[in-house]
């Protein structure tokens, strides 16, 4: 048994994370090209490793000629006579292994078998090293600030050095060597020089698996996480529903006292995070998204992916925050393009009325209608406005009626004074003339 060969592979192994396949192959490799640096050529030479006991041979494959005069190239034929001492029962024609013995190679050829392996032994170390942080792409990480290059920073990841570019650097984070961040990984490219990762401290996921690893509902699925909406370094929204109704998805964010949601506020240096219900109602999740402030309507389009949002006046600079921030972050947590107007503002605004959505083109009849099905108060209402349009109409009649029978009276009592008046004086003027005649009569009687 090699012992030191033993001791080399297991070593490797161990500290390095190599297979001993990869470092047997490896050795295979490298004999085999100092074969050929010494020799010139390859074609019948065969190296073997022996994987328990980690001896290693080196051969070629010889083929048996009767005479020594009859050898044309000593790498590839053997005389009989020399055939028959390493293979006794050999015979002309037949195939017989010679041992090769490397240690008689030249500096040359050692130094590239060196060479090779080394080579081999920093592959495979690079492969393990990209195989272990390709599976934590997408995920977080913690690291070790080294130092800046440039206006980058290179964080020690354990295993090897991520790049963090200034692009994916919180604005105003001040960053100093030793500290200990978490970071986002964002790519791992595999390169001649080894695995070339970069990370972040920007990325929304990055809040994502953050609450996974404090809140033990989001990790389980319990509590899921929608959407997320952050401008880094100030202010972040981020949608949460529950699959079991009773759990509260905000509570189990937030945590006792705080204390969940609190410790990523300080691993995120002090950066805002406001927790909102999400909801398959598009009004009731941009009112949700909104919040702190109070909406007094929401008008939204889910085929434009648009909403007019209504709030009284004095939350309109609440809702659209500091710089819009509150309504630009909201607008990204939906997906919905939201113009926001207070209660003043929506009264001449069009499309932020209630009467903009109503059908004009139904009739009064319809209205009355539906209201009678849709509630029993409506009902009620409608058949007192029946009653009393009724009553009034009831005294339109008669008091035409009045003014018809004083019309008439008028113009009876007008048309009856003509012909009275005028009969009362032929009677006077008769009784005169009467008058006068009886008393003609009496003075001539005398």
């Known amino acids: ?68 005069e009859d050898v044309m190239d000593s790498l590839e034929d053997i005389s009989l006579e020399d055939a028959v001492k390493i293979v006794p029962t050999a015979k002309v024609g ?89 970071v986002f990984v964002l790519e791992v490219r595999s390169t001649n020089r080894g695995p070339r990762i970069l990370v ?8 994502r698996r953050l609450f996974e690893q404090e809140v033990a509902e989001v990790k389980d699925g319990v509590i899921e996480i929608m959407s997320i909406a952050r401008e880094p370094g100030s202010r972040t929204k981020i949608a949460v529903r ?6 509260d998805p905000i509570g189990a964010c937030v945590g006792s006292n705080g204390v969940r949601v609190n410790n990523i506020v300080e691993e995120l240096k002090g950066e805002k995070i406001d927790i909102v219900v999400w909801d398959e109602n598009p009004g009731n999740f941009i009112q949700n998204a909104l919040s702190p402030a109070n909406v007094v309507a929401v008008f939204a389009d889910p085929e434009e992916k648009t909403a007019k949002v209504v709030v009284p006046d004095y939350q309109l600079s609440l809702a659209i925050g500091k710089e819009g921030q509150n309504a630009r972050l909201a607008a990204r947590l939906t997906g919905y393009k939201i113009d926001i107007k207070s209660e003043t503002q929506a009264k001449d605004a069009p499309g932020f009325r209630y009467d903009d959505y109503i059908d004009q083109d139904d009739s009064d009849e319809e209205e009355y209608e539906g209201e009678y099905y849709e509630d029993e108060q409506a009902d009620e209402a409608y058949g007192d406005e029946a009653a009393a349009s009724e009553d ?30 005028e009969s009362a004086e032929e009677a006077e003027e008769k009784e005169s003339e009467e008058e006068s005649e009886e008393e003609e009569i009496t003075v001539e009687e005398e």
């Open 200 to 207: 972040s401290r920007t990325h929304p996921d990055l809040v």
């Open 1 to 68: 048994m090699n012992t030191d060969l033993k001791e080399a592979i297991l070593t490797l192994e161990k500290e390095k994370n190599i297979s001993s396949d990869a470092l047997f192959e490896a050795i295979e490799n490298a004999l085999m090209t100092a074969c050929k640096s010494h020799f010139g050529r390859t074609e019948n030479i065969k190296v073997k490793v022996d994987r328990d006991s980690f001896d290693f041979s080196c051969y070629a494959e010889k083929t048996v000629v009767e005479l020594p």
């Open 242 to 247: 529950s699959n079991d109704p009773n759990v």
């Open 392 to 421: 009034v109409a009831a005294e339109d009649v008669i008091e035409d009626g009045a003014e018809e029978a004083a019309e008439s009276e008028e113009s009876e009592s007008g048309s009856a004074d003509g012909p009275a008046s």
């Open 94 to 182: 037949d195939t017989v292994c010679v041992d090769i013995d490397s240690r008689g190679f030249g500096r040359i050829a050692t130094q590239i078998a060196k060479n090779v392996i080394m080579q081999k032994i920093r592959e495979e170390e690079r492969s393990v090293i990209y195989d272990y942080y390709i599976k934590k792409q997408r995920d977080i990480i913690t690291g070790i600030v080294q130092r800046y290059i440039g206006k980058n920073v290179s964080v020690n990841l354990g295993k090897a050095d991520g790049m963090l570019n200034e692009k994916e650097q919180v604005p105003g984070e001040e960053l100093m060597p030793l500290d200990r961040i978490k």
